[in-house]
C-alpha cells in the first residue's frame, strides 16, 4: 500500500524535459590536495588535486591503467596515500581506513560486484545499514520503544532503497540468483543504505543491459537531487557526458584536463589521450 518513494523537491512541473536538478552548490565537501600513490617504482595517482561539491555528479575519466580506481581507493581509505591530504567536510580524513571513512559518510562501490553470497537482497541492503542502525537503534531503545519497531524500521528502510533501485520484486531472492545488472544495483542500494554524503561508483554502467544503463542514469540523477554527491568512474561516455555536472580526466596518474563535459570533448589533449580512441562520441 505504502507509496514506493516519495520523493521531495521535483515537483510536477519539469519544465524543459533535461535535468531538473538545481544549480550545483559550489562549497566543496571533498577537497583532495597533492593526493598520490606509488606503487614501487610505478606511480599510479601523481599530485592529483580534486574538489567534489555536494549534489554533484562528477565524472572521471580516462585510459585504462589512468588511476581512477585508485584515486577512489584512496578517497575510500582502502589504500593509504603515498602522499598528499584529504580534507572531507572541513576535516582531514588522510589515511584514514574504510570503516572510518564510511563512519564519517564516505561510500563506495567496487568495479566487481561483490554481494555478501547466501544472503538474500534485503539482508545485503541491511548489511549496508550496519553503522547507521547502531546508532538509531540506541536512540531507539533510550526513548523506550523497542528494538521490535527499530528492526521494523530498518526493514522499512531497506525496502525503499530496493525498490529506489528497481529491485523490489526481489527483495526476497538469494543474491546469487540475481542476474549481473541487478548486482550492479544492489551495490548501489547497499552503499546508500549507509547514508553517504559523498558515493564513489565505480564503472557502475559496465556490463549493464541499454534498459538497465538507462536506469541506472535516472538513479544517479536521483540521487545527486537528494543532496549526496557523486564521483562517477565510466568509459561509457554516452551514459557519463549527460549525466555529469564537471568531468575530471586522468592520463598516467595525472590530471590533464577538468571541465564541463562540453569543454572536455572539445580538449584537444583529452580527445589525443582518451576520447579520440573510443570513436563515436558525437551524440553524447
Ligand atoms: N595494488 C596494486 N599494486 C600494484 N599496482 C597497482 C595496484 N593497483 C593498481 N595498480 C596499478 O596502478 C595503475 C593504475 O591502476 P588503476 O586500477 O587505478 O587504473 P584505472 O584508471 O582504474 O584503470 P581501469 O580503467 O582499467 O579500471 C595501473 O598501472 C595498475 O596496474
Ligand atoms: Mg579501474
Not at 98 to 105: D, V
Not at 183 to 204: F, K, M, Q, V, Y
Not at 247 to 268: H, M, S, W, Y
Request: proline share 5%; charged share 20%.
Amino acid at each position: 500500500m505504502n507509496a514506493p518513494i516519495q520523493r521531495t523537491g521535483t515537483g510536477p512541473g519539469t519544465g524543459t524535459g533535461g535535468s531538473a536538478r538545481p544549480a550545483v552548490p559550489t562549497r566543496p565537501l571533498l577537497v583532495a590536495r597533492g593526493l598520490s600513490k606509488h606503487f614501487g617504482g610505478l606511480q599510479a595517482v601523481a599530485e592529483l588535486d580534486l574538489d567534489v561539491r555536494e549534489g554533484e555528479i562528477l565524472g572521471v575519466i580516462g585510459p585504462n591503467g589512468a588511476g581512477k580506481s585508485t584515486t577512489f581507493n584512496m578517497i575510500a581509505g582502502a589504500l593509504a596515500p603515498t602522499r598528499g591530504s584529504l580534507v572531507f567536510d572541513g576535516k582531514e580524513l588522510t589515511g584514514l581506513p574504510a570503516h572510518a571513512m564510511a563512519a564519517r559518510g564516505i561510500m563506495r562501490t567496487f568495479q566487481h560486484n561483490k554481494p555478501f553470497a547466501s544472503m538474500t537482497v534485503r539482508e545485503n541492503v541491511m548489511v549496508g545499514m550496519h553503522r547507521r542502525l547502531q546508532g538509531a537503534l540506541w536512540r531507539v531503545l533510550l526513548a523506550g520503544v523497542g528494538a521490535v519497531r527499530a528492526e521494523r524500521e530498518a526493514v522499512r528502510q531497506a525496502d525503499e532503497l530496493i525498490t529506489f533501485v528497481g529491485l523490489g520484486q526481489w527483495r526476497d531472492a538469494d543474491v546469487d540468483t540475481l542476474s549481473f545488472g541487478q548486482g550492479r544495483l544492489l551495490e548501489i542500494a547497499r552503499a546508500l543504505a549507509s547514508e553517504p554524503r559523498l558515493i564513489l561508483l565505480d564503472e557502475p554502467a559496465a556490463g549493464l543491459t541499454p534498459a538497465e544503463c538507462e536506469r541506472l542514469s535516472g538513479i544517479v540523477r536521483e540521487i545527486a537531487q537528494r543532496g549526496i554527491a557523486v564521483l562517477l568512474i565510466e568509459h561509457d561516455m554516452r551514459f557519463l557526458m549527460p549525466l555529469a555536472d564537471r568531468v575530471v580526466v586522468l592520463n598516467f596518474g595525472r590530471k590533464i584536463a577538468q571541465g564541463t563535459p562540453a569543454e572536455i570533448r572539445a580538449d584537444e589533449a583529452v580527445v589525443q589521450a582518451y576520447l579520440g580512441d573510443l570513436g563515436a562520441m558525437t551524440d553524447a
